[in-house]
């Protein structure tokens, strides 16, 4: 018996063919499954000779045809019978045509299939092989080569139609096959004795991936071959000649797409390139900084911090193992990373670079390791400064082994660099309370004006163990520094890397004076027109020696060869096949889930260059890429691991080579050990963290926070993501967008007041440059740069707000510039000025009687929002003032709902405004923002108080109530109500546009927008859980509607492929929820407390009562001192005490109006411009601890108070002000500023003040905090 494929294409049946040969000489017997043909192709391709190529031969050098002597029905024969059955209908000249096709084709199968013999080199299958795949009504089936496989099952009548006769098979005993109108038959032959052998499998590529090619049977007469070799041999070449022009043209299909899955499928999947695992904080950045303290001042860890370089992310496992962008490989982002990390090499190795390159590439290969690095280049897109060099830094090395990725430590990864003098990071490590508070400190100091220089020293100063990095970002990179990252590591990282420096000192860089050759620019600039030849000119000066494949970007030189990607049915491949290793099912685990639960993923398959050679031809190898798509993927997957701790990570930067085989194919079966497949590695062999953070809970070990500058923000954020905005929104949108930014960030009042008048500027300029065409964020630093570099040079105070810009600016000039007009302390005001209002304050948000509110509803249908608007506008005495409210609702408003609101809000600007209708989305929410600008009102949004899920805000229970409410609704204005045919289908739709945020990140947004946050109480705390039916219908209507939208977008439910499962769906919808009733009224809040408590917030909110939900990010960037800050009114009642004590107190006392001018007391300890950023972040160990204050003497002159203060202890810790003489200043007058007060004691020595000692202290408790 041997095996023939027959190959179903849109194209129809085209050939047969052995593993190694044509088919071409005398049999026999045979028996021959073919498959179904299109119509298309019998009136096309079923003629006497291929003049075209029309289907690839695979790798495996098997050879297809179609090998056809007799005569056929060709193209000419179908044109002249349809023009004799003119007359006749369509089906009836269909069904003419195919009978006599069929006709014809049986006839050519009679003569012919009798001329077929095996080759030698075939070896037959046993002769107890089941041929079941023959059934009539199997299409497309496996064919496999154990004796107790059926597809069909056991005891399948199509199985036990199959007599044996000991060695012996008859094929008169087939049924014929039945494929639509086509009955094709074989030849009747005699019994045939089938020979001993064992299975090989077939596999041919196919046109397109949605073709299919699949196995057939034939068996064959053992008989004696009466040719000579000869014969055959020359046979053999006829054939092959004639067909050479037909497959040497031919086009491979894609990877894949050939190979069949059955039982004895087994996949091994390895991760060929990764970087850390993506985690998300769910506590606030204020939280897991106290959460780093803590851990490091009781010992338990070590907080690192490393400079975080504006780049992208680069991964490289060898010439072999492949170089791997982001989510991509085989482009010039890669191209480009080898080529500097090639040129590392040349820097550091000199004339020796070449061999030690071929030895990078051999040490990675064989211990299967990746680097990953940031790739800091100019050629690739601007980020917030273009560096001065094009440079990498590595950032992880990896051991990716057999199992679970093994993450260096920090100090090993820097004693792998040095080893093989690769750039390293400037690292520092932090061990006790004191370094571990005043690196917060110093960064809260400097977020808003640091630069690379000024940040560098800072943390130099103040930190435990500094490693600075072998590439000076000063000189490398530039001043503007994006920001840092900090994480916390093992207790004993500082002791590693003590051991690591010392054993391992800088390498030299033996290049450093030779001749490289050209810069990455230079090529980049001398190949602008074409991407291709930028990738080739850059891979062939790396040179053979580095890069001697290159497979990933131009595939194996064969442009005929198979697509670059991999057919998309080998996922599902994948999936069905058994894992061979324990890798491979945890791989498999991670997929399953994130594609169960629909996360934001792709998992996109190429073929592995790389492979071809290597693995077993009947193997299918490729390359897989496990690309998340949004931050929420990686939040949702984190949850999962929580429930699931035996799940693996989910890594940024997700490569997996995965090889499928058959474990009958002894060559494949050399690839894997198969004494225990799905063995289950120990720790050891699957890996363990070994990044520094050994000994720690998986929450604290993942600890990890960025902290960026903005100097770095307002070029990246403000001015390149705002050019979107800008271009096509407008002016007005674009000073929104940056001042949300800004308001998001915590930035300091004075600030925003700088950047606001620097960021109008820029709009001006670059649209009065640009015109109507959009400058490209790839290259806005081009014109960016040279506004800010003009800018800058009009006074020190914009050189501090831009941190650096051209080569005029330098970094000592700005350190300490503090902003103009303010007092150094920011304490005092003069008698004569008028505080401005800050959005950055912490006080509470008010609404003046004179300015209006809106309240919106960013809800669903059925969250009641119109009926609480009614309750609201009936309620006595209105909010508490005499402001009037109006509803407007959407359901009545034809037309643009929302300028009919911001016409209203024009006519009544004091008014409060009920927005009664859904705002659900950013959209709507930029519109009530202009709004608010434009008549000076407040937004507060009023939402249903709900749990929410991974992905939207809302909870399955409170949508099963939302529906439940609309489906109890009658003659609903909106006609949205019970007799809505598809109800259930709209209330889905407004479900789905929160989709993608939590309950968390949607009410932090909303808090950063607006302000305050009004929750509607919604559903009991005490509730049962929701009932599986309704939980299932609910969950059936989720995965119904993501079929649905997938396909047909947003077309209405009543039309598309899925209306009669909408209707039946909504049916049964209405069914259970009704069954359910009682339950689902009873887990509601009553509706008049849920009124009661959204009036009280919205009084509290009108009267200025309502302070603003704390959201994630705390408010940084204005320390610009440290201070003990005492109660203002304690030290009212000290002065009161000292005017009834002290005359002279009292005589100058009488006209100070202390209530208006002192309203906020302090003692200095540091101050920023004075004694440097290291000296205020040294109190941050104190910071928010109690500390007393001595006041001892009273000190005034014509313009200047203050008191005398000796500053207590705390935790047994004196603590000490750098200010020479320490006091409490509590009043200037005109002319005079608050550091005028350090001039007191001189002053009264000169005789010009006046100095009262005080009988006895008096002693106020304070607290130590930065200002």
Same mark, same amino acid.
């Given at each position: ?56 031969? #695979? ?7 179609? %090998? ?17 059955? @003119? ?28 001329? %077929? ?14 041929? +079941?795949? $023959? ?5 497309? *089936? ?99 000649? !004639? ?22 499928? =087994? ?48 991964? =490289? ?14 482009? &010039? ?37 990746? &680097?990953? /690095? ?26 990716? @082994? ?5 993450? =260096? !430590? ?32 110093? =960064? ?179 390359? /897989? ?146 015109? !109507? ?7 806005? %630093? ?106 407007? /609702? ?138 599986? #039916? ?81 959201? +994630? ?67 941050? +160990? ?43 200043? *509590? ?15 001189? $002053? ?24």
């Amino acid at each position: 018996m041997v095996k023939l494929a027959s190959v179903s294409t849109s194209r129809g049946l085209l050939c047969l063919g052995t593993r190694n040969n044509i088919i071409s000489t005398e049999e026999k017997s045979a028996t021959i499954q073919w498959m179904s043909a299109s119509r298309s192709f019998l009136s096309l391709k079923l003629s006497f000779g291929l003049s075209a190529p029309l289907f690839p031969h #695979s790798s495996h050098r098997r050879f297809i045809t179609f %090998l056809s002597h007799s005569p056929m029905v060709n193209h000419r024969q179908h044109q002249q019978h349809h023009r004799d059955q @003119g007359r006749v209908s369509s089906s009836t000249r269909d069904q003419q045509w195919r009978e006599m096709s069929k006709q014809n084709i049986n006839e050519s199968l009679s003569t012919h299939v009798s001329q %077929l013999q095996i080759s030698e080199s075939q070896r037959p299958l046993t002769s107890n092989t089941n041929l +079941e795949f $023959l059934r009539p009504k199997t299409i497309i *089936v496996p064919v496999h080569a154990s004796e107790d496989y059926h597809p069909c099952g056991q005891d399948s009548p199509c199985c036990s139609q199959q007599p044996e006769t000991s060695g012996q098979w008859s094929i008169n005993s087939i049924p014929p096959i039945q494929y639509g109108t086509i009955s094709l038959f074989t030849t009747p032959a005699s019994p045939t004795k089938v020979q001993k052998g064992i299975w090989m499998p077939k596999a041919y590529s196919t046109v397109s991936g949605a073709e299919s090619v699949e196995e057939s049977t034939i068996n064959v007469d053992s008989g004696t071959d009466t040719k000579s070799k000869n014969d055959k041999e020359t046979d053999r070449k006829v054939v092959k000649n !004639s067909l050479s022009t037909v497959f040497q043209r031919g086009i491979r299909g894609p990877t894949g797409a050939e190979f069949t899955v059955d039982k004895n499928t =087994y996949s091994q999947a390895q991760i060929r390139a990764t970087f850390y695992p993506k985690f998300e904080n769910e506590k606030s950045d204020q939280e897991v900084r106290t959460r780093m303290i803590e851990m490091v001042s009781n010992g338990l860890a070590t907080l690192e911090v490393s400079l975080k370089h504006s780049g992208s992310l680069f991964m =490289y496992a060898g010439h072999e193992g492949g170089a791997y962008a982001k989510n991509s490989f085989g482009n &010039i982002y890669t191209a480009v990373g080898v080529f500097v990390l090639g040129r590392m090499f040349n820097e550091a190795w000199g004339v020796n670079a070449a061999k030690k390159q071929e030895e990078f590439n051999e040490f990675l290969e064989k211990n299967r390791m990746c &680097i990953s /690095m940031e790739l800091v280049t100019a050629v690739l897109g601007d980020h917030g400064q273009r560096p001065l060099d094009d440079y990498v830094v590595v950032t992880a090395v990896t051991e990716l @082994g057999k199992g679970k990725p093994k993450f =260096y !430590s920090t100090s090993d990864i820097i004693a792998f660099c040095r080893k093989w003098r690769l750039p390293t990071n400037h690292i520092w490590l932090f061990s006790s309370r004191k370094s571990v508070t005043s690196v917060f400190a110093a =960064y809260d100091a400097l977020c808003e004006e640091g630069t690379a220089t000024s940040v560098c020293r800072a943390l130099d100063e103040v930190a435990d163990v500094s490693v600075p990095g072998s590439k000076d970002h000063v000189k490398v990179q530039g001043e503007i520094l994006e920001g840092l990252v900090a994480r916390i590591v093992s207790r004993d990282s500082a002791k590693h890397m003590e051991k690591v420096l010392k054993d391992f000192p800088p390498p030299p860089l033996d290049g450093a004076g030779i001749d490289l050759g050209p810069s990455l620019r230079d090529i980049c600039a001398e190949n602008r027109s074409d991407e291709q030849q930028q990738i080739k000119s850059l891979l062939q000066c790396v040179g053979t020696s580095f890069c001697p494949d290159q497979s990933d970007w131009f595939g194996d030189g064969d442009a005929n060869n198979h697509s670059r990607n991999a057919d998309r049915s080998v996922l599902s491949k994948f999936l069905q096949a058994h894992p061979a290793d324990f890798a491979t099912l945890k791989l498999e685990e991670m997929i399953r889930l994130m594609r169960q639960k629909h996360f934001p993923a792709a998992f996109k398959c190429y073929r592995n260059f790389h492979k071809t050679v290597t693995s077993p031809k009947e193997n299918a190898t490729f390359k /897989m890429v496990i690309h998340v798509h949004s931050d929420s993927g990686f939040r949702r997957y984190q949850k999962e691991m929580r429930n699931n701790p035996g799940l693996w990570p989910l890594y940024r930067g997700f490569f997996v080579d995965v090889n499928l085989f058959k474990v009958g194919n002894e060559s494949a079966a050399d690839s894997v050990n198969y004494s225990g497949l799905l063995f289950k590695e120990t720790n050891e062999r699957t890996g363990t963290n070994a990044s520094g953070t050994d000994g720690l809970a998986d929450e604290d070990a993942n600890l990890m926070i960025k902290l960026k500058f903005l100097t770095y923000k307002l070029r990246t954020f403000l001015i390149r993501n705002g050019l979107s905005v800008l271009f096509k929104e407008g002016p007005n949108a674009y000073k929104a967008y940056y001042l949300r930014q800004m308001k998001i960030w915590g930035t300091s009042y004075e600030k925003q007041k700088e950047l606001s008048k620097m960021l109008d500027e820029w709009a001006v300029y670059i649209r009065r440059k640009c015109g !109507s065409k959009q400058l490209s964020s790839t290259v806005y %630093l081009t014109e960016a740069e040279l506004f800010l570099e003009q800018y800058a040079r009009r006074s020190a105070q914009n050189q501090a707000l831009i941190g650096s810009a051209g080569n005029l600016v330098s970094a000592e000039d700005f350190l300490a510039v503090v902003a103009g007009g303010r007092d150094e302390e920011g304490d005092l005001r003069l008698e004569d000025e008028i505080p401005p209002s800050s959005p950055g304050t912490t006080m509470l948000d008010t609404v003046p009687k004179h300015e209006g509110v809106i309240v919106f509803f960013p809800g669903i249908p059925g969250c009641a929002k119109s009926a609480l608007c009614k309750e609201i506008l009936n309620v006595p005495g209105g909010l508490g003032d005499s402001r009037p409210i109006n509803s407007l /609702m959407g359901d009545l408003i034809k037309g643009r709902y929302w300028q009919r609101v911001a016409e209203e809000r024009k006519r009544k600007p004091n008014a409060i405004t009920l927005a009664d209708k859904n705002a659900p989305n950013e959209e709507v929410w930029r519109q009530i923002e202009d709004m608010c600008r434009n008549t000076k009102a407040i937004a507060v949004p009023v939402i249903p108080d709900s749990e929410g899920t991974d992905s939207n805000p809302f909870s399955l229970d409170a949508l099963a109530v939302f529906i439940f409410r609309v489906l109890q609704r009658v003659n609903h204005p909106g006609n949205l109500d019970k007799a809505s045919p598809n109800a259930g289908y709209v209330l889905l739709m407004f479900y789905h546009l929160y989709e993608g945020k939590n309950r968390r990140e949607f009410e932090a947004e909303l808090s950063e927008r607006f302000g305050p946050l009004v929750k509607m109480p919604l559903l009991k705390t005490d509730r049962s859980p929701l009932p599986d #039916s309704v939980k299932g219908i609910m969950e059936e209507g989720l995965n119904l509607y993501k079929l649905h939208t997938n396909r047909h977008g947003r077309v209405d439910s009543t039309k598309g492929s899925y209306a009669k499962e909408w209707s039946q769906w909504e049916k049964r919808l209405r069914e259970i929820l009704f069954v359910n009733s009682e339950y689902l009224t009873s887990i509601q809040v009553p509706f008049d407390y849920a009124v009661q408590r959204v009036v009280e917030q919205l009084r509290a909110v009108a009267k200025g009562e309502y302070t603003t939900p704390a959201t +994630e990010k705390r408010k940084f960037g204005t320390i610009v001192y440290a201070a003990v800050t005492l109660p203002v009114e304690q030290i009212r009642c000290v002065l009161d005490k000292m005017a009834d004590k002290y005359v002279k107190a009292k005589e100058f006392l009488k006209d100070k109006n202390m209530e208006d001018t002192l309203k906020r007391a302090h003692v200095t300890l540091a101050h920023k411009k004075s004694h440097g950023v290291t000296a205020v972040a040294s109190y941050g +160990e104190y910071h928010n601890k109690k500390v007393s204050a001595d006041l001892t003497a009273f000190l005034f002159s014509d313009k200047l108070a203050a008191f005398e203060a000796h500053i207590g202890s705390v935790e047994g810790e004196t603590i000490c002000s750098k200010n020479e003489w320490p006091h409490l200043t *509590v009043w200037t007058g005109t002319g005079a500023a608050a550091k005028d007060a350090n001039t007191l004691p001189k $002053l009264v020595s000169e005789g010009r003040a006046t100095r009262i000692d005080l009988d006895q202290p008096i002693t106020v408790t304070g607290v130590l905090d930065f200002h």
